[in-house]
Antibody, heavy 120, light 110 residues
Framework: QVQLQESGPGLVKPSETLSLTCSVS??????????WSWIRQPPGKGLEWIGY???????NYNPSLKSRVTILVDTSKNQFSLKLRSVTAADTAVYYC????????????WGQGILVTVSS | QSALTQPASVSGSPGQSITISCTGT?????????VSWYQQHPGKAPKVMIY???NRPSGVSNRFSGSKSGNTASLTISGLQAEDEADYYC??????????FGGGTKVTVL
């Protein structure tokens, strides 16, 4: 059974960089069948796709966040990560990592989510 | 990219059928058969209910069905049950090779 687990600070100061890691077990980030994604959900609001990365390192990002986002993959640790720069209170959200299965164009496995609050 | 448009809320009585719409453009919903639907209960991660417009993953009840016409996709829940009360989100692949979600629909079982 594939499992994803987010980790990182729950509190980030405004203007700083939000950094999260997603650890994958029961499956490999090196598999060519999947794209490894980050999605966020502000409190009481809807889902927003942030971006994804392929095992080769190829990425694609939400145009509205592209200038501030970097997603990296570490195949040796079976992890991928998210960095969001210059955060503001509007970046406060539950951040989910998820596996996107290309053959079914859907997110089939999700982490439990981690709440990140941007506040001084 | 703009979020796909969903009704904020839909309600129905137990046993009834309800339909949730998801409207996009020819650059996303209308351009591909790559629409998926997710169910989210409070405090939980979303769960995929439909992929590629109308396909159900193993383990998902056949009371859930999906369809698409033009730039609008739909999720129908038949035989509504109390456990179906949740938020539902659609998602689509886009011409820019990005992904976009709908704003979400709260389903209430009366």
């Amino acid at each position: 059974q594939v499992q994803l687990q987010e980790s990182g600070p729950g509190l980030v100061k405004p203007s700083e960089t939000l950094s999260l890691t997603c650890s994958v077990s029961g499956g490999s980030v090196s598999s060519g069948s999947y794209y490894w994604s980050w999605i966020r959900q502000p409190p009481g609001k809807g889902l927003e796709w942030i971006g994804y990365i392929y095992y080769s390192g190829s990425t694609n990002y939400n145009p509205s966040l592209k200038s501030r986002v970097t997603i990296l993959v570490d195949t040796s640790k079976n992890q991928f990560s998210l960095k969001l720069r210059s955060v503001t209170a509007a970046d406060t959200a539950v951040y989910y990592c998820a596996r996107y299965i290309a053959a079914r164009t859907s997110f089939d496995y999700w982490g439990q989510g981690i709440l990140v609050t941007v506040s001084s | 990219q703009s979020a796909l448009t969903q009704p904020a809320s839909v309600s129905g009585s137990p046993g009834q059928s309800i339909t949730i719409s998801c409207t996009g453009t020819s650059s996303d919903v209308g351009g591909y058969n790559y629409v998926s639907w997710y169910q989210q209960h409070p405090g939980k991660a979303p769960k995929v209910m439909i992929y590629d417009v109308s396909n159900r993953p193993s383990g998902v009840s056949n009371r859930f069905s999906g369809s698409k016409s033009g730039n609008t996709a739909s999720l129908t829940i038949s035989g509504l049950q109390a456990e179906d009360e949740a938020d539902y989100y659609c998602s689509s692949y886009t011409t820019s090779s990005t992904l976009v979600f709908g704003g979400g629909t709260k389903v209430t079982v009366l």
